[in-house]
């Protein structure tokens, strides 16, 4: 079979590692697969998977948004009538714009859409997009239930399903010495540094816990905010360490924390439970909470604002050792090799 993944870029973030998961995992299975980015991207030449690039960047300004989808169309249905592929993958709202327009032209295609963005924080374009067009795909594609929920609420007509997001085979390796211990009373949050992640929350859990030491991992727009309200409100048990990947900076720590208020899945719980780590995530949170309530391995604080009891669920966590059973099981359900499977038999 042959497979054609559409995602805006292969720079760091969720969609460039899931395009990146499931490219490999189908080829692992014999299938052949090409991945197909909006714009240069750094692995274009780095990868082992074939990654090519549309060479069109993202508009500056909004109005160019047509302009861009029509340049983009362009060579996108070049590459795709000489790939010939059995199966499209579309990520985001804006690759699924323009695999429905080239399925008018190229119509013997099985086409799965997906959304991962919060609903609150999709675009304009996005949203109409779904509202108007997810209809049309054979598969609609969302990791939680919630998401699912709320992508029907949009439009009631999609074919949806659940499936999953799996984790990087780079994020299931440990970097650390066997002989060397996890830090004690040590907690961890890795992640984008952006508005909606919340992380400022954590400042003030440290405040209310002294005795505690707190990792922040990730970069983004709020680092520099960040950075400047640790200094000027002197809390000296938090460190920021930069961006580190799952396998350097989990098995050093006792517990991941994860303060956001939105989340569709959160795949960061997913590698801090193979690495044995417990999760201390808002109840809010729709991702969180349907990993958390459904295979457990952590706890949800309910009173986001109290941090007392996010305080008293990490104290409570560090205590709770995952068992090799638990851990057998999400390595087994949220591998790549096994989602994939999910992905093409539809």
């Known amino acids: 079979m042959k497979l054609a993944i559409f995602v ?8 460039a590692s899931l395009a990146l998961e499931l ?17 240069s991207s750094e692995y274009l030449h780095n990868s082992e998977l074939d990654v090519r690039s549309l060479e069109v960047p993202p508009p500056r300004f909004s109005f160019l948004k047509p302009i861009i989808a029509l340049l983009r169309l362009i060579p996108a249905h070049r590459k795709l009538s000489r790939f010939k592929p059995d199966f499209v993958i579309c990520l985001d709202p804006s690759s ?15 086409l799965s859409v997906a959304c991962y963005t919060p609903i609150n924080l999709l675009r304009k374009s996005d949203t109409a997009i779904i509202r108007w ?39 299931a ?17 890795l992640g984008r540094l952006s508005k909606e992640k919340g992380v400022e929350q954590i400042l003030n859990i440290a405040e209310d816990a002294k005795d505690l030491r707190f990792q922040i991992a990730g970069g983004g727009a709020e680092e520099p905010y960040l950075r400047k309200e640790i200094f000027h409100r002197e809390i000296e048990n938090i460190e920021m360490i930069g961006w580190q990947s799952p396998s350097d900076c989990l098995p050093k720590t006792q517990v991941l924390i994860l303060p956001s208020l939105v989340e569709t899945f959160g795949i960061v719980i997913i590698e801090s439970w193979i690495h044995g780590i417990p999760v201390v995530a808002s109840m809010d949170a729709d991702g969180p909470r349907e990993l958390i309530s459904t295979f ?12 007392d009891e996010w305080v008293a669920n990490i104290r409570l966590q560090m205590t709770n050792l995952l068992s090799d ?15 994939i499977q999910e992905w093409i038999d539809s």
Do not use: W
């Not at 067009?133 to 007509?157: E, F, H, I, W």
């Not at 059973?325 to 989602?339: D, N």
């Open 8 to 15: 805006p870029s292969l720079n760091t973030g969720g969609l």
């Open 23 to 39: 490219g490999t995992a189908a080829k692992l299975r014999g299938n052949e697969v090409e991945i197909y980015v909006h714009y």
């Open 96 to 110: 699924a714009f323009l695999c429905f327009a080239m399925r008018a032209l190229i119509s013997n295609f099985h």
């Open 133 to 171: 067009l997810y209809q049309l795909a054979d598969q609609v594609v969302a990791p939680s239930q919630t998401t699912g929920k709320n992508l029907l609420q949009m439009n009631s007509r999609i074919k949806l399903r659940i499936i999953p997001n799996p984790y990087s085979s780079s994020s």
């Open 173 to 189: 390796t440990c970097s650390l010495n066997p002989k060397q211990p996890r830090e004690e009373l040590s907690c961890l949050y």
């Open 296 to 307: 457990g391995g952590g706890a949800l604080v309910e009173n986001y604002d109290d941090c």
């Open 325 to 339: 059973k638990f851990l057998t099981e999400i390595v087994t359900r949220f591998s790549g090799y096994e989602l």
